[in-house]
């Protein structure tokens, strides 16, 4: 029977990093327990929404955590209400035994607390990714990557395919990830400095940005490994499972324009912060949009809300070359790309007001590109 004692504060962190995977509401409802296994090496807890999988390892010999093992086993309790519980306790050891019809008592300082457990056997089979050679990749760089791509995939479940991101390895170190929702595309491509097997894969956007919340930056490089129809990122201590999305995603490489009319370069954080005072107007608007004016070298936003007011300013540029335009789109797209951009400087450039535009930092304007579509107004 299960009895151990260890660093509640060490356990909490260990616990909500492995609730990340856990959902409130799911279909299969052991899916909302979390998973305690116990040996003589460690404990290992595991969540699991069916989507996306959690193994977080704590080590005996890890100081930090203070594990001392006096009996191996598992057991599963309710996440959600069994991390309340942990982080509510007053003392900073916490004690935890298993007694009889699957109960476990909580000891600490002058509290004590049962709590019904379920049997380990209840819970559904992590489908495993066999050992292959691993793509390594320094974790760093895989969150930037994700920072620059995910926000632009699809939240929308009528394409399922458009709520991932597309990553493609080829030549085996040309990397290439990009998303896009149809209204709006961001694709980064970078080479890597260590060989990896060529890939192709989908991977849900949601999966990604908990990997950004679960792997911090203190991990210094992720092991990535593929199978069917599964991809696990692992580091020491933490084993992260996703599904992959299934079917083709679509062609984005025809999408990128060539020739352009009008092309301007802002500060971006000038232009950013110029977009969000357009937009506090524009959501009281009935289409939402800003209208972006370029002539006679100047550049203004316009926005004309009849219930709540106007916005017209004139935007700096640091550099300007062609035709007169007048465009329209959605404030929020050119926020969120100009968020994803590490670059001082942002270069924007236009075709037409119906055709898509491109944004691409100033520093790395080879590899980062996005669109954004505009908005057709009367």
């Known amino acids: ?3 151990f004692s260890i660093n509640k504060n060490f356990f909490l962190h260990a616990l909500t990093i492995t609730k990340r995977a856990i959902s409130h509401k799911n279909a299969i ?6 998973k305690i296994e116990v040996s003589q090496e460690g404990m290992t807890l595991i969540g699991s929404n069916g989507q996306i999988s959690i193994e977080n390892f704590i080590s005996v010999k890890d ?3 203070g594990l001392l093992v006096n009996e191996i086993g598992g057991i599963l309790l309710e996440a959600t209400f069994f991390i309340n519980v942990v982080s509510s306790l007053p003392d900073v050891t916490l004690d935890f035994k298993e ?3 699957k109960q476990v008592v909580l000891v600490s300082g002058k509290s004590e607390i049962t709590l019904k457990g379920k049997d380990i056997d209840q819970y559904p089979r992590i489908q495993e990714v066999a050992p292959t ?3 390594t990749l320094p974790t760093s760089l895989l969150k930037e990557v994700i920072n620059q791509t995910a926000f632009a995939a699809s939240t929308q479940e009528s394409r399922p395919i458009l709520t991932g991101v597309h990553f493609v390895l080829t030549d085996n170190q040309q990397l290439k990830a990009v998303a896009t929702d149809s209204h709006r595309m961001s694709q980064k491509k970078l080479s890597l400095e260590q060989n990896g097997d060529n890939f192709d894969v989908v991977i849900p956007s949601r999966s990604l940005r908990e990997f950004t919340a679960v792997f911090t930056d203190d991990i210094e490089s992720v092991d990535i490994f593929f199978a069917n129809n599964q991809l696990l990122f692992k580091s020491e201590n933490i084993s992260f499972y996703t599904r992959l999305l299934e079917g083709n995603y679509p062609d984005t490489d025809r999408l990128i324009p060539r020739d352009f009319s009008s092309v301007v370069t802002f500060d971006t954080d000038n232009l950013r912060h110029s977009m969000e005072r357009a937009r506090l107007l524009s959501n009281a608007t009935q289409n939402g949009t800003v209208k ?3 002539a006679k070298g ?3 936003a316009h926005v004309n809300s009849p219930e709540v007011g106007r916005v017209n300013e004139e935007i700096d540029t640091e550099t300007i070359s062609g035709n007169d335009l007048t465009i329209s789109f959605n404030p929020t797209y050119l926020i969120e790309a100009l968020k994803a951009i590490d670059s001082e400087k942002v270069t924007i450039s236009f075709i037409s007001a119906v055709r898509p535009f491109t944004l691409v930092p100033s520093e790395d304007e080879e590899n980062f590109i996005q669109l954004i579509t505009p908005v057709r107004t009367n």
């Open 1 to 3: 029977m299960l009895n």
């Open 29 to 34: 409802p052991i899916l909302s327990t979390v």
């Open 63 to 65: 100081e930090n955590a």
């Open 99 to 101: 007694i009889e019809q």
């Open 133 to 135: 050679t691993p793509l």
């Open 292 to 294: 972006l004016e370029i």
């Open 298 to 300: 100047i550049v203004s």
